[in-house]
């Protein structure tokens, strides 16, 4: 199990670029898939991307596919999701979540993942 906290969430307007970061606690963070969903206000939450525990892959949702980039530094615990061109769609409460796959399998399924942040807010206006 892992803890995460999530940071780098604000207000932007449109077409601006956000990154978020996630820091896991825990000396088995790198045997670990990183995940990234997202809620909107009255959605259900939504895959966004993954990131196998070497980061050799990695996978993303359509709608981000080509602006979002999901990365990680194992040195440091953490997985970054750097977010361009933004639009108001993508207004959020975005959740770093992570699963223990050692054999490097990625997952966009909210229930293939034990441990979840907090969430961080992302505000994107027009």
């Known amino acids: 199990q892992v803890q995460l906290v999530e940071s780098g969430g604000g207000l932007v307007q449109a077409g601006d670029s956000l990154r978020l970061s996630c820091v896991a606690s825990?000396?088995?963070?790198?045997?670990?898939?990183m995940g990234w969903f997202r809620q909107a206000p009255g959605k259900e939450r939504e895959f966004v991307a993954a990131?196998?525990?070497?980061?050799?892959?990695?996978i993303y949702a359509d709608s981000v596919k080509g602006r979002f980039t999901i990365s990680r530094d194992n040195a440091k615990n953490t997985v970054y999701l750097q977010m361009n061109s933004l639009n108001v769609e993508d207004t959020a409460v975005y959740y770093c979540?992570?699963?223990?796959?050692?054999?490097?399998?990625?997952?966009?399924?909210?229930?293939?993942?034990?441990?979840w942040g907090q969430g961080t807010q992302v505000t994107v206006s027009s």
């Open positions: 979540t992570a699963q223990y796959s050692p054999i490097g399998l990625l997952f966009k399924g909210e229930n293939d993942y034990n441990d």
């Open positions: 825990g000396r088995t963070f790198s045997r670990y898939t």
């Open positions: 990131i196998t525990w070497s980061g050799r892959s990695t």
